[in-house]
């Protein structure tokens, strides 16, 4: 089943560069799919339409449909707060607050009204779980997360948006500061994820799109040249461009 | 093959370095002068006696105490007033102005920290402290309140202008996470963007205070100068006196070398430690600051 509809989308920062031209795509519920291509393409642009990141830099038109279980979330009269509990996202840089980990991980639920130290402490443990980082902080909970390695940070971050209990998850490029090792493990912690959630992934490389995806759209100057639900793209590209970025012609 | 002489080279670098050690230099012969000059008076009047309370050196009295708790209760209030309204507005130019707002008031903001306190000292006794004294029906209106609004006003800008490029230097990111948690632009203001910027805060604070203590001109003209123990609540409404004042006010009539003048120049010292303390308690917030930046980095 489909769980975001983008119906010709099309944006345009404040300075005039054009960031996403009519770009239509569905995206299916409980895997992972990646939006992979250069820099520049767009892909991240279209992340922070979902939850509406956006906003927040200037954006001078927008046409076309976001919906989400059928609701458009471009809708100005969207309750911006309550979707971005619903989207979660992970940045490139891993972003902990400048508070304990424990903290980090409680902020998000404080936020949306939860003040039972049980609950907080339940769902700080299965998030940690799912972003398979419990057993390396699990003693030192209360320390601050910023003192955590690049890897762990970045696990926290995850873990920080699974404990609102998202329906869907962002990550724009999770993995690129991180080494092999904490890459393996995030990238794990995702093929468990996909279970439950929604995951729309930005890869920091074409191997990685590879390695991920369960669909995957490439998309080029701000067009989605190519969608295939699957894992044709990469074997099967139908796009002389999608062919040459995969095979490494360029990019 | 012998190294050539490079002259200007020299002379140029031995003249920075004549500046710098030149600047070390004033500041120890300042200390040593202020420490010369005022030490003597722990001679000649009993410290018991220059922590009385009653100033009135014409009849020997030395009593130091109203004039330090004088610049206390000013400070503090001028703080109070400060505070809140030195880092709320730095939060507003920062965090929630449109562009064209912030690009006016920033400039605007560093002007006033320039102003001249004399004109400020205009400005209270013509309008403060007249208001003062109609709107709460005080015998006078130069009190200890009308020091603390107008070194408030002082140091309003000097907090604004530092706390405001502290929150400005917290990266975006940290922003757009809490956002992305769901956070409101309040909550993600008081729990992540003030918290970040914690140091830097702090600094502003410290700077103000600095500020505040040092002033003389703008206090001395508002807040009628008279030398009584300033330490119940109701003394912020009465007429106070604070040391730099006094200094300002006394030194050019007091005989060189008489015991006035030697305790003018201890109230010089601890003025002195204060400015010190505080500059130190400011630093060392910094310094950790930064240590614990370099710890992150490595």
Known sequence: MDKILIDSLSLQYADGTESLRNVSLAIPEKAITVLFGPAGGGKSTLLRCLNRLNDLTEVRASSGKVLIDGENVLDPKTDVIALRRKVGMVFARPVVLPMSIRGNLTYGLELAGETRRSRLDEAVERS???????????????????????GQQQRVCLARVLALQPEIVLLDEPTSGLDPISTGKVEAALQELKKDYTIILVPHSVQQAGRTADHAAFFLQGELVEFQPGHGIFTNPRDKRTEDYVTGRFG | MQKPLHWREIIITRLIQASGYSAIL??????????????????????????????????AYFGILPLITGSLIIT?????????????????????????????????????????SVMLGFLGILVVSPFLRTALDLPTGLS???????????????IVSIAEDALDAVPRSYREGAWALGATKWQTIWRVTLPAARSGVLTAIMLGIGRAIG???????????????????GSLFAPARTMTATI??????????????????????????????????ASSVVFRAKKRAERILS
């Open chain 2, 248 to 281: 300002a006010a006394e030194m050019g009539e007091v005989a060189s070398g008489s015991t006035h003048y030697h305790v003018l120049f201890f109230i010089g010292i601890v003025l002195f430690m204060i400015s010190l303390a505080v500059n130190i308690a």
């Open chain 2, 144 to 158: 200890a309140f009308a020091g603390s609004l107008l070194l408030g006003g002082i140091a309003v800008p000097t």
């Open chain 1, 128 to 150: 940690l779980r799912l972003a398979a980082i419990w057993d390396e902080v699990k003693d030192r909970l209360d320390e601050p997360a910023i003192a955590l390695s690049g």
């Open chain 2, 26 to 59: 004033f500041v120890a012969a300042i200390f040593l002068f202020l420490m010369r000059e005022g030490l003597p008076a722990l001679g000649e009047v009993k410290f018991s006696d220059l922590l009385a309370v009653r100033w009135y050196p014409i009849e």
């Open chain 2, 76 to 116: 503090i209030g001028a703080m109070l007033i400060a505070f809140p309204l030195g880092i709320a507005t730095a939060v507003y130019i920062s965090e929630i102005a449109p562009r064209w707002v912030r690009e006016i008031l920033k400039p605007l903001v560093e002007l006033l920290a320039g102003l001249p």
């Open chain 2, 215 to 233: 002033e003389t001109m703008a206090v001395m003209m508002v807040t009628g100068n008279a030398p009584v123990l300033a330490i119940t609540p």
